[in-house]
């Protein structure tokens, strides 16, 4: 057994970089597709649970017995493969075909230089910070685009309202960016995740609790999600940008939505809790016992397991905001952008450069 893994180990690095590259991004992209649809199931079954109610409960895994409802993204997915796709008659088919794709692909590409593990990240970009503002930018085109080549007066509406939130709640998401990059001092995702080593009070949340709020904020508005869900208008009774969508197209823009909270979380996660590092970071030496033991020393070490379990808290605040908040209006949601989590990122980066003048925290010697 001991050979069969050796030969393997040294067949797979024997491969060309590219061919290791693209085994890791079909890998990581399978299991995204996999934990979108069963984050559409996981956050149905949560909020029933908080209102009382059951949710699916019926379709099992192909007919086997005892996985009620472990089949329903599935389900879901052949109903909107299946369904038929209109185009609407005087719509731009070129960019109504394409803005689904131009939402959806940056939320996957981005995950490119997200470290999954110690060491370990697809592409090990010195400016990963860069290349994920940026990615995360380009999403507001497939919106606007969905509007406007819909050839819809309620599409288009609702593609600039969400496109207005969206750039306003972006500068937010950049300015607090900024503050983590001045707690790190590099644009290496990785290096961010590394030099939060020590605890989990020594990860940025601890002193960049401010920014924690408004980036996670910025993202629940970047995504679309309750409270800030005001491409829907009430006074319309219509979806918003993507409401001449059907079929595949409609579930290209709902597969981004929640590709994206995905990538919202895994970013807060690795911006302010640590990434991929320990919790017992610090309060557990590397000769106890506790680390020695296989099985648990490799549960409480460093991994990408950590990193899962943040993403999924994270993301069941997501849900639970959906579940308690009302809608904000649209005067609301634009005023708190502005004129509350801009001038607060830009109060506490003032903060911050107090800290490291006084290298207070993460800036000390």
């Not at 995950?111 to 860069?130: Q, T, Y």
């Amino acid at each position: 057994m001991s050979g069969l893994i050796q030969w393997l180990n040294a067949s797979w690095l024997a491969l060309p970089g590219f061919a290791r590259s693209t085994a890791f991004i079909l890998v990581v992209t399978i299991i995204l597709i996999l934990s979108v649809a069963y984050l559409t199931l996981w956050e149905r079954k949560l909020i029933g649970w908080m209102q009382l109610r059951r949710g699916p409960n019926r379709v099992r895994l192909f007919g086997i017995p005892h996985t009620e409802y472990i089949g329903q993204p599935f389900a879901d997915v052949v109903k909107l493969l299946i369904k038929e796709v209109v185009t609407p008659a005087r719509s731009n088919r070129v960019l109504f075909r394409l803005a689904p794709a131009i939402t959806l692909i940056p939320a996957f590409a981005a995950w490119a230089v997200v470290p999954l593990a110690p060491r370990f990240a697809i592409a090990n970009v010195d400016a990963g910070l860069l290349y994920v503002l940026s990615l995360t930018s380009v999403g507001v085109y497939g919106v606007i685009l969905a509007g406007w080549a819909s050839n819809s007066k309620y599409a288009f509406l609702g593609a600039m309202r969400s496109a207005a939130q969206i750039v306003a709640y972006e500068i937010a998401m950049g300015f607090a960016l900024v503050g983590v990059l001045m707690a790190s001092g590099s644009l290496n995702l990785g290096t961010i995740v590394a030099r939060q080593h020590g605890s989990a009070l020594a990860w940025n949340w601890f002193w960049l609790f401010p920014l924690l709020l408004v980036y996670f904020i910025a993202g629940v508005a970047e995504t679309n999600r309750a409270p800030f869900d005001v491409a829907e208008g009430e006074s319309e009774i219509v979806a918003g940008f993507h409401v001449e969508y059907s079929g595949i197209g409609f579930a290209l823009f709902f597969l981004a939505e929640y590709a994206n909270m995905i990538l919202i979380a895994g970013l807060t996660s690795v911006f302010f809790l640590g990434g991929w590092l320990s919790p017992f970071d610090g309060y557990i030496p590397a000769g106890n016992a506790l680390r020695t033991t296989p099985l648990l020393g490799l549960v409480i070490g460093d991994g990408t397991h950590w990193l899962v379990m943040k993403i999924f808290l994270l993301l069941c605040v997501f849900l639970w905001l959906r579940a308690t908040f009302p809608r904000y209006r649209y005067d609301q949601i634009m005023r708190l952008g502005w004129k509350v989590l801009i001038p607060v990122t830009i109060v506490w980066i003032a903060v911050e450069g107090a800290l490291a003048w006084f290298h207070v925290g993460p800036w000390r010697a």
